[in-house]
């Protein structure tokens, strides 16, 4: 349960809450030599929206030496997910299913245990790869090795089953530096998806945490952004399907605010913010948030009161919210001056 005594930047390892949980290997990829990257899905009985998702997949241009794994969190075998990823031919193709249900975050951690490549492009299967992903990434990637995360922009795509046609999209393939004080803004990096990572990187920092569920992404993002160089692509690499699902049920609405309300309130403590000021910040935001919930789903209700929240004048809360982002701008820029030595010294601690 997350709460205000949440230690967000502790180092857990994930991966032993599933060590004993076969994932049993139903189709191999043929390769003499394992490439260097492997894209990942993992799935859950939503086989003609993978089979969308493989073929985005399977479509890579110039940059095919690659290994995709298909990870189902469905044990019941003979399914029509088994059925669709025996019928391919493609011998880069290595499909897994796990002998007990792991849920969402598990099965996310397990996907990342089962690659074998440097890097790792995570990819839901509900979204699609466009054809260039992997060889700009890579040729970037190739030229700045030492990126632990790369997360090229995505095309959202509202499904209302009309033929998906991805619009011409300006970019100027420029990079920008994520920190982990950046999620106070706002969430860059977004669902973890059409993203690529170090997958070394990945495992030091113990995988994503079940426990901050529902947010468990945007925690992971952050504390890998506390020792890890992450970036932003200015360039639409991917598609992100929106679809009508359980992120935008009420109790799920809730434990986003929850959780976001303790990560923010705990970055604003370890950077030394003004405790008025963070407080004032923190109410301002989330009643906008409450009332952004309320307009996605008009069910949704919260009682702001168990989390601290307190009414706050719109004046004093948007001189907050202002001066705060200017504390995220000034560390941001004595990150950029003095960062080479302060990840180095995290990173060391990290290893040790």
């Not at 030496?65 to 990823?85: A, G, H, K, W």
């Not at 990342?112 to 992997?134: N, Q, R």
């Not at 990434?137 to 090229?152: F, N, R, T, V, Y």
């Not at 950077?271 to 952004?292: E, Q």
Request: hydrophobic share 40%; proline share 5%; glycine share 4%.
């Amino acid at each position: 349960m997350v709460n205000s005594k949440t230690d967000f930047f502790k180092i857990v390892n994930n991966f032993s809450r599933i060590e004993e949980i076969e994932s049993i290997p139903i189709v191999k990829a043929r390769f003499d030599t394992p490439p260097q990257i492997n894209i990942v899905i993992p799935t859950h009985k939503r086989v003609n929206l993978l089979k969308d998702a493989i073929k985005s997949v399977l479509a890579q241009q110039e940059y095919t030496n690659f290994e995709l794994i298909v990870v189902d969190d469905d044990p019941n075998r003979n399914c029509q997910t088994e059925e669709l990823l025996k019928s391919y031919s493609d011998g880069r193709i290595s499909y897994y299913k796990n002998s007990q249900n792991l849920g969402m975050i598990n099965n996310w951690n397990r996907c990342f245990e089962l690659a074998c490549g440097d890097w790792v492009v995570m990819l839901h299967d509900d979204d699609l790869l466009l054809p260039s992903f992997l060889k700009d990434c890579m040729a970037l990637l190739e030229k700045q090795p030492q990126i632990g995360m790369l997360k090229p922009k995505w095309y959202h795509w509202n499904d209302d089953g009309k033929e998906l046609i991805v619009p011409e999209q300006e970019s100027s393939n420029t990079l920008k530096r994520i920190y982990e004080i950046s999620h106070l803004n706002q969430n860059l990096i977004g669902a973890p998806t059409g993203i690529i990572i170090n997958k070394e990187k990945f495992t030091a920092i113990g995988g994503f945490n079940p426990e901050f569920f529902p947010s468990s992404d945007k925690c992971f993002t952050t504390l890998f952004a506390y020792y890890f160089e992450v970036y932003e692509l200015d360039k639409v690499l991917s598609v992100y399907r929106w679809l009508l699902n359980d992120s935008l049920k009420v109790e799920v609405l809730r434990g986003f605010l929850v959780n976001d309300y303790y990560l923010f309130k705990y970055l604003c403590k370890r950077f030394g913010f003004p405790k008025p000021l963070a407080n004032n910040f923190l109410n301002f935001k989330f009643r906008n948030i409450v009332g952004y919930y309320k307009s996605i789903n008009p069910n949704f209700d919260f009682d702001k009161s168990t989390i601290g929240l307190k009414p706050v004048h719109k004046i004093p809360g948007k001189v907050a919210f202002i001066l705060t982002n200017r504390l995220v701008a000034f560390y941001n820029k004595i990150y950029s001056k003095y960062g080479e030595r302060i990840f180095e010294k995290r990173q060391q601690k990290l290893e040790c």
